[in-house]
């Protein structure tokens, strides 16, 4: 039987938003993109399935925002003043991630979207295209100190890092050690941005 959602403390806003992206990351644990459904979301954030209808069109559209929501914003983004230290620090930000529930939950996407292209879009344009407007940001910042040179400022540049740890995690065991970690920087990304000296 469904709740009654009128009973308690009325959400608005942000924390409503909250409680939805918590329900639906839990909901995708639990059972997979394909057994996803706006009513058991909506049970288990205890709001209404008219609340969800009214944010967003579908279930994709919900779960690509959730995943997008537990995503840090690029003022989250470590800091360290160096280029070295900021992709490394960057990397291993993602790789914890991928460690924990939200890489189980990301896998799982990413499989679904093998078989479904709207999926595939959706998660291309979410979260694979936002990680790496994330990077792209963080050389920016490198640049600005000279660290970047400024031909290495494109998204395709900014992608390398973030797609040789996606290929990593999704063909290896987690979590992701430090020492691949310090490759992809060292021997890749360095070689790759650097401003000539």
Request: net charge positive.
């Amino acid at each position: 039987m469904t709740a009654d959602h009128r009973k308690g403390p009325r959400r608005r806003g942000d924390k409503l938003n909250d409680a939805i992206y918590a329900a639906t990351i839990d909901e995708l644990k639990e059972n997979g993109y394909p057994a996803l459904t706006m009513d058991r979301v909506a049970d288990r954030a205890r709001t209404s399935k008219a609340s969800l209808y009214r944010r967003w069109a579908n279930k994709t559209d919900l779960v690509m925002d959730a995943l997008v929501h537990s995503f840090p914003t690029p003022e989250e983004l470590p800091t360290t003043g160096t280029l070295r230290g900021d992709l490394v620090a960057v990397l291993r930000h993602m790789a914890t991630i991928m460690a924990g529930p939200l890489g189980e939950v990301a896998r799982r996407v990413l499989a679904d979207s093998i078989a479904d292209p709207e999926i595939s879009r959706l998660a291309r344009q979410r979260f694979v295209d936002r990680r790496h407007d994330l990077f792209l940001k963080i050389l920016c910042r490198s640049a600005e100190r000279g660290e970047v040179r400024a031909g290495a400022l494109t998204p395709r540049v900014a992608s390398v890092g973030p797609c040789l740890l996606r290929d990593y995690f999704l063909l290896n065991s987690t979590p992701i050690p430090d020492s691949v970690i310090d490759e992809i920087v060292d021997d890749v990304l360095i070689p790759l941005v650097a401003a000539t000296t």
